[in-house]
Nanobody, 121 residues
Framework: EVQLVESGGGLVQPGGSLTLSCAASGFTFSTYGMIWVRQTPGKGLEWVAGINNDGSTTSYVDSVKGRFTISRDNAFRTLNLQMNSLSPEDTGIYYC??????????????WGQGTQVIVSP
């Protein structure tokens, strides 16, 4: 059974930092790309960052470029999201997701339960 378990969320002041982690099990972690997605009150569900299977390629939504860093440790089957210079607009529930490629398309076929991030004075 595929399982993704996020952790590391919490309450942080504007300008602060948090590191989210996603522990993966039930599949060969090192062969799949992974993404972070967030659900925010203002924008709904938003893709935040992605990383390929070996960590050599990353991508980010413009609003987090230069502030967030996605990384992975395939030996420990862990996906991370380092978030710096947090603002209230980053408040939301953060989900990690496993990406699968089939018939010419990438899609998410597994999600974690989410971890809440609240950025507030």
């Amino acid at each position: 059974e595929v399982q993704l378990v996020e952790s590391g969320g919490g309450l942080v002041q504007p300008g602060g930092s948090l590191t989210l982690s996603c522990a993966a099990s039930g599949f060969t972690f090192s062969t799949y790309g992974m993404i972070w997605v967030r659900q925010t009150p203002g924008k709904g569900l938003e893709w935040v960052a992605g990383i390929n299977n070996d960590g050599s390629t990353t991508s980010y939504v413009d609003s987090v470029k230069g502030r967030f860093t996605i990384s992975r440790d395939n030996a420990f089957r862990t996906l991370n999201l380092q978030m710096n210079s947090l603002s209230p607009e980053d408040t939301g529930i953060y989900y990690c997701s496993k990406r699968t490629y089939s018939s010419g398309y990438y899609y998410s076929d597994a999600w974690g339960q989410g971890t809440q991030v609240i950025v507030s004075p």
